[in-house]
């Protein structure tokens, strides 16, 4: 049991949101983050692709100075589009030549501004949340709930 929690912790998740001007966004994808720490015991940080920090470096970078040697990166997205399928695996220099999903030793910029990303493991690059039965449940809830 202990080598597996081992394991575990070598194993870093960053979920990603859009960003926004506004707080909403990063509110739920935070609190995302919380239910999903007490139920899995992963290191977890949060990104935001534009106008919202923490930056997707600034959370994988997190943890990185963890220790951790691989890192599951999430967009919180419902679906594909330019930010899941171009702009996020730029910035996670997944977009040089390496299959989606899998690459080594990252020091890449997206913006002037943008932190570096600076970890030397596998970063494996998942769909967003897709149309996924679950997510039915929850439209099924808020309609339910309104009637």
Not at 13 to 37: C, D, F, M, T, W
Request: aromatic letters at 4%.
């Amino acid at each position: 049991m202990d080598s597996n929690s081992s394991s575990k912790n070598k194993i870093g998740v960053v979920l990603v949101g859009h960003g926004s001007r506004l707080p909403y966004g990063k509110e739920v994808i935070n609190q995302l983050a919380e239910k999903y720490k007490k139920e899995e015991n992963y290191l977890v940080s949060v990104g935001f692709m534009e106008m919202t920090t923490p930056t997707i470096p600034t959370a994988v970078n997190e943890l990185a100075r963890q220790g951790v040697e691989k890192i599951i990166v999430t967009p919180v997205f419902l679906a594909h589009g330019v930010h899941t399928k171009k702009d996020i695996p730029h910035i996670l220099g997944l977009d040089n030549g390496h299959e989606t999903g899998h690459s080594h030793s990252h020091k890449h910029k997206h913006h002037e501004d943008d932190e570096e990303i600076d970890f030397s493991g596998e970063i494996i690059y998942t769909e967003p949340l897709g149309a996924d039965p679950r997510v039915v449940e929850i439209i099924k809830d808020r309609v339910n709930h309104s009637l």
